[in-house]
């Protein structure tokens, strides 16, 4: 099909959750016994949008522009080992015929157009050797046309960026969340009926009982679901911000669901508040970029001949003559040298380097900036703390976020935004990636809650993510955020069906449990297996998470061999896997191998129904996979990724504040010289974990977990991790206590103070009308109301005597009256 | 003062002055026989002089020969003369009623027994 059918289709799925959300909304508790149709509706929408996605990618994307294998860039790249050449500076713009927009332009035929509400319509803007994606507007909010506007130039419009990425990126959210719909349907039954909360005690000693919510769920899951469509179709990073906050709105509503539990209320509100510390950053980084970009569009405008009407972020900062090459734009210089010193140097050249080495600086802040908001959505350190949290929201939520929405929301944003992003931004991520997945996989060891192993697992997954971005393997990066989705949304529901046989979260009440609910027991088998990336090494064999762990790995070699300083960022993924595949197992271990902890619960256990049974099938499948090519042909995530790799992101590059940093080229990393060493540190580390994970977890002769916990140097170990590194006490010391003592003292200084000042004005007040009452109101004003009354009274009556009832006299006084009425005027007109 | 003023009068041909000097006897005459009679019957009759007064100077001044203008018909004093002849006929009308229920009540017609409204 036609190109221009990608906007039309994504638009399908992005939007049919929003009609799903908006109907249950309005008539969710109508639908059916309990809303019970409710689910039905919502399951129906994302599967539709799911159906929309992949027709999306393989009729439109696919026939459009074929995948081909993605080493051949190794091979371009030794062809031409100065770097220049790498992305032969070939500008492709494809005039792509686009029916509805010729119609539009000629004001003919009008209808496809508003039917389709096209403003402008996409066109291919290929960058060099076929980099396909679509820009266009659907509807400008604000057109910012002149400067004459409340906002000047800024133009604000709902519009789509479209390429591979983002079709991947549907396809692998509608899919999940289908999956995770369908789950629901299954796991929320308890809410079909009036739900009694185990967890909440009110005053009188009984259990909270209350209506089920269940069209509820749907309803948030559904707004959810488009609110992550919404970010991944935005084509400028307002619509993502405003689809950015949705989602967190939407986390908050989804994590706050038992909100009567004091838990989940705390853990909402938590995750809200740092995910607003993030988005601080991150409107700074959108100021920056404004004010010295002037656009926040992310591609090209082009109109129905092709040519580009409007340029958008990407193509400013990586321009064709600089052979698309990140490099700060004048106005980015400008507004940067605005805020250094450094601009007043003498020497005209000078003055022009040091200006742009401003822009650089500002780049950095930009990129740092949105890298914050990231941070915040993506649970990274410093603000990985809401994630374990979260757990607190019902499974099928957790799994939702953990793989598909919110969280993946931080890693694509990164991806996204990547050609904007300096060398040394990319450190700053690369650092935070490493920090976050070191602390995070350390946690995951301690803990025994089922679903916590598996937050902190995804905070450090996500970490492995940042990291691979930041060291510049942008496929690896988005790669693996792909496969993990899939595997962890696998593991996230298969504790959630374990929680719903068992009713437990804490693992130490499970064990065995593989013999009562086999099912599950095995799927998650295969999501362990697929997180600790098991495989053949040095082949190409093994799980989906065998291809983009060591896909990460050996970027990580790379970026070590040619950066000696930051060894660090090298061997934290190494290490991370071991630790993985330790906790990983221990978590299957404890839960299903083994000897029953909790004899009562075992007994209660059972296998989910089918409904929760059959997603685990399916996403298991995926999970093993997903990593794969089509058989006998190169149609694979990888290669499909390759192609939205971002333009000129495929160089070497050096850092310019930092200039000793290299961010090597990703396809180098493939070679042998970095894949052979890595591939096999991932196996054995990997397989180390696993190994330790078995002696001490299931072989009954081998260690045993609690008296190691008591051994002598493990034990301050073990407290350190069991208390998550101490950061919510941390954070409690640094930001919660001084707060609250502030707001102490503040409250002192209200109640004591302030309320002392107005209680003594208003007894003046008082006073003072007390005065004014008795004196001026008593005395002055009604003294003289009563006189006038009084005056009046008193002339009434002494004009009652004038009336006689005597006609003569009457007649008498007329007569003398009008004599002297006479007089009198004939006095006065004498004088 | 007053002599040579009559001494005109009797002397010029008749003119407004005269008129205005008639109405103004009446008048004057009206208004004392209000002012003294005590029978209610003679002060409609002094009402009815005043207003006799009245009509003579609209009459006087309403002429287009006493006024020696030409240019009118000089009938708008006559006309109002004319209107109050016909509002003095419905207030005798209404007055003698009054009247005649008063003696109905107090057998007599003297005012000054007609006090009861006195304040």
Known sequence: ?831 | MLNPILANLLTEPVGVSHYVLVGAFMFTCGVLCMATKRNALGILMGIELVLNGANLNFIAFGSRYLRNDANTLGLDGQLISLFVIVLAAAEAAVALAIVLNFYNNNDSVDVDRADQLSG
């Open chain 1, 1 to 831: 099909m036609d190109p221009s059918w990608l906007p039309r289709l994504l638009a399908l799925a992005w939007l049919t959750p929003l009609a799903s959300f908006v109907l249950i909304l309005f008539f969710g508790k109508r639908m059916g016994p309990h809303g019970k149709l409710a689910g039905l509706v919502a399951t129906s929408a994302i599967v539709f949008a799911a159906v929309c996605s992949f027709a999306a990618l393989f009729t439109v994307w696919l026939p459009n522009h074929p995948v081909k294998d993605a080493s051949h860039h190794g091979e371009h790249h030794e062809e031409g080992e100065t770097h220049a050449a790498v992305t032969a500076p070939i500008h492709l713009i494809a005039a792509a015929s686009d029916d509805s927009h010729d119609s539009h332009g000629h004001g003919e035929g009008g209808e496809a157009a508003h039917a389709e509400g096209d403003g402008h319509s996409g066109h291919a803007n290929n960058g060099p050797d076929g980099y396909p994606s679509y820009y266009g507007t659907w509807y400008d909010l604000y057109p910012g046309a002149d400067d004459s506007g409340p906002l000047g130039s800024l133009k604000l419009s709902i519009s789509y960026y479209i390429d591979a990425l983002t079709v991947g990126m549907f396809c692998m959210v509608a899919l999940i969340a289908s999956c995770v719909h369908f789950y629901a349907m299954g796991y929320m039954h308890d809410e079909l009926h009036d739900f009694t909360d185990p967890e909440v005690t009110l005053s009188n000693g009984e259990k909270l009982k209350r209506p089920g919510r269940y069209y509820r769920f749907f309803q948030y899951l559904s707004l959810f679901c488009f609110s992550m469509f919404g970010i991944v179709i935005a084509g400028n990073i307002a619509m993502v911000f405003v689809f950015w906050e949705l989602v967190g709105i939407c986390s908050y509503f989804l994590i706050g669901f038992y909100i009567e539990r004091h838990s989940a209320s705390t853990a909402a509100n938590k995750a809200f508040i740092v995910n607003r510390v993030g988005d601080f950053g991150m409107l700074i980084g959108l100021m920056a970029l404004w004010s010295s970009l002037g656009t926040f569009a992310f591609g090209d405008l082009t109109n129905a001949d092709g040519e580009v009407v409007e340029q958008g972020m990407f193509s400013l900062l990586r321009t064709e003559e600089n052979y698309y090459h990140l490099q700060p734009t004048e106005g980015m210089a400008y507004e940067g040298s605005r805020f250094s010193d450094s601009a007043a140097a003498d020497g005209e050249g000078e003055a022009e380097e040091s200006s742009n080495k401003a822009g650089w600086w500002l780049l950095l802040v930009a990129g740092v900036g949105i890298f914050c908001g990231c941070v915040g959505k993506s649970a990274q350190f410093p603000l990985h703390v809401w994630l374990p949290d979260a757990m607190e929201g019902p499974t099928p939520v957790s799994a939702l976020v953990h793989s598909a929405t919110m969280v993946a929301a931080g890693v694509y944003l990164v991806g996204r935004f990547f050609p904007v992003l300096s060398p040394e931004a990319l450190l700053v991520v690369a650092y935070i990636g490493c920090i976050t997945l070191l602390i995070a996989a350390t946690i995951a060891i301690t803990a025994t809650d089922i679903k916590r192993v598996l937050a902190y697992s995804t905070v450090s997954q996500l970490g492995y993510m940042m990291l691979a971005l930041g060291l510049g393997a942008w496929v690896a990066g988005m790669f693996h955020l792909i496969t993990h989705a899939f595997f962890k949304s696998l593991l996230f529901m298969c504790s959630g069906s374990v929680i719903h046989g068992v009713h437990t979260n804490d693992m130490t009440e499970m064990g065995g449990l593989r013999k009562k609910m086999p099912i599950t027991a095995y799927t998650m088998l295969v999501g362990c297996l697929a997180i600790i990336g098991a495989g053949i090494p040095l082949t190409k064999i093994g799980f989906s998470g065998y291809y983009s762990k060591d896909a990460i790995i050996e970027q990580a070699f790379s970026f070590g061999s040619s950066n000696p300083a930051h060894v660090l960022l090298q061997w934290a993924p190494v290490g991370g896997a071991f630790i993985t595949a330790f906790y990983m197992f221990r978590l299957w271990y404890m839960t299903f191998a083994g000897k029953p902890r909790n004899q009562e619960r075992y007994d209660h256990a059972h296998e989910s129904p089918q409904v929760m049974t059959a997603p685990l099938i399916l996403l298991a499948v995926f999970a093993i996979g997903v990593g794969w090519n089509f058989p006998g042909t190169d149609l694979g995530v990888t290669n499909l990724l390759d192609q939205a790799r971002p333009v000129g992101t495929l160089a070497t590059t050096q850092g310019e504040i930092l200039t000793g940093l290299t961010i090597p080229s990703e396809p180098d990393s493939h070679e042998w010289e970095f894949k052979k060493p890595a591939g096999i540190a991932a196996f054995f580390t990997a397989a180390a974990g696993l190994l330790l994970a078995t002696l001490v977890y299931w072989w009954d002769k081998g260690l045993n977990p609690s008296e190691l916990r008591e051994f002598g140097p493990f034990k301050p170990i073990h407290n350190f991790l069991w208390n998550k590194w101490w950061f919510d006490e941390l954070y409690d010391l640094i930001f919660v206590k001084p707060t609250k003592a502030v707001s102490a003292f503040i409250a002192w200084f209200d109640r004591n103070i302030i309320d002392t000042i107005i209680h003594a004005i208003a007894a003046i007040c008082r006073g003072i009308s007390v005065i004014f009452g008795s004196v001026l109101d008593n005395k002055v004003v009604n003294g003289f109301v009563d006189g006038v009354a009084k005056g009046t009274w008193d002339t009434g009556l002494s004009f009652r005597k004038l009336q006689t009832g005597s006609v003569r006299q009457y007649v008498m006084f007329i007569a003398v009256g009008t004599i002297l009425l006479f007089v009198a005027i004939s006095f006065v007109q004498n004088i």
